[in-house]
């Protein structure tokens, strides 16, 4: 069988939700290009502590592609979080396994497939580059911060971010480069625009990649706007943005019309966050595919994370399929 190649970029939940809808069909051969910039929470402390890639995103990313009878137990294994213990709450399990590989591997690289081979997975997970970066990102008023984890920072919040760029300059990770030119489908998000999205852009390399794929590009728009990120935003905001840092007009933008429940609303709006407004009847290139993509099930915060995670993603099955079909 000859399998259609789909790289899906970004890093995070909303990967990890891209991963688990698309490894159901067994004629697709999946890959996702990770971030590697985060500074936070579990892959914050065990970056400073021994200088290695940060490994959360990549952890999420392989335990969404775990597969077979002991795909449960890899899952949990992989996103265990420790709830007390003197230095190990608020550590992530999987993390501090991808931490050990990666003082075990001659690479960073290496690490990952290693631990891919470990838990069997059904899949390819990649670092968008193997260099340990820092996220700089400017304001509208010339404020710079330097580090991701600025971009949860409340104080920060409502500021229209202007530029972000990596530090020091980093290249792509070849495998990840030959991925993204490999595939008939790449998939930009969904995600935190800045956070998990377009740090992967700012990577030497990693557009001219995206040029040269002759696969189509798709861009998945986020539920909800982030008060310290993209507040105000819509969802052309949002595609412009891409455009800017990935030097490529998707040809797919897929974006929500599912109705959000009153109940989760009212959690969002208390964070001054909101839906994403589709105002995309006014872009000319690229086709918009709308889809009730509303996962029912809001996602509790999980014991011993210090994190404020979102309690709303989409819907892994029908996010799945309507990628599937753009094939």
């Known amino acids: ?13 909303g990967t990890s939700v891209v991963l688990q809808g698309l490894k159901k069909y067994p004629d697709l051969e999946l890959c996702a290009v990770v971030v590697v910039s985060d500074n936070g929470g579990s892959t ?13 995103d990549l952890r999420q990313c392989l335990a969404a592609l775990a597969h077979g009878d002991n795909e ?8 265990y979080r420790f709830s007390h213990g003197e230095g190990l709450k608020g550590h992530n399990l999987g993390n501090l396994i991808l931490t050990g590989l990666s003082d075990i591997a001659s690479s ?10 470990i838990f069997a997975i059904e899949g390819k997970v990649l670092p968008v580059t193997e260099s340990v970066v820092d996220l ?42 030959q991925s993204i030119k490999e ?20 990577v030497t390399g990693f557009t001219e990649a995206l040029q040269e794929s002759k696969g189509k590009f798709v861009y998945v728009v986020n539920l909800m ?30 974006m929500n019309n599912g109705i959000i429940s009153p109940e989760i609303l009212n959690l969002y709006e208390n964070n001054q966050e909101y839906p994403v407004i589709d105002d995309l009847d006014s872009l000319t290139d690229g086709m918009v595919v709308h889809r009730d993509l509303i996962s029912r099930v809001a996602v509790a915060q999980q014991s011993g994370d210090a994190v404020e995670r979102s309690v709303l993603r989409h819907d892994v099955k029908e996010l799945g399929q309507v990628l599937y079909q753009l094939l």
């Open 108 to 117: 960073p690289g290496k690490a990952i497939e290693i631990a891919s081979q």
């Open 225 to 254: 706007t982030h008060y310290s990120q993209t507040h105000g935003m819509t969802a052309a905001d949002h595609v412009e943005e891409v455009v800017k840092y990935c030097k490529r007009q998707p040809d797919y933008i897929v």
């Open 44 to 56: 914050g402390r065990l970056r400073d502590e021994f200088g290695f890639l940060p490994v959360g």
């Open 183 to 202: 595939s008939d489908l790449i998939v930009f998000g969904p995600g935190d625009l800045y956070g998990s999205l377009l740090p992967n852009a700012c």
């Open 72 to 79: 449960e137990d890899i899952r949990q294994l992989l996103l």
């Open 136 to 177: 700089v990102i400017e304001y509208e008023n010339g404020q710079v911060v330097i580090g991701e984890s600025n971009l949860d920072d409340k104080n920060l919040g409502g500021k229209k971010i202007t530029s972000i760029k990596l530090s020091p300059t980093s290249h792509i990770y070849q495998h990840a480069a």
């Open 1 to 13: 069988m000859n399998k259609k190649k789909i790289t899906v970029v970004g890093g995070g939940t």
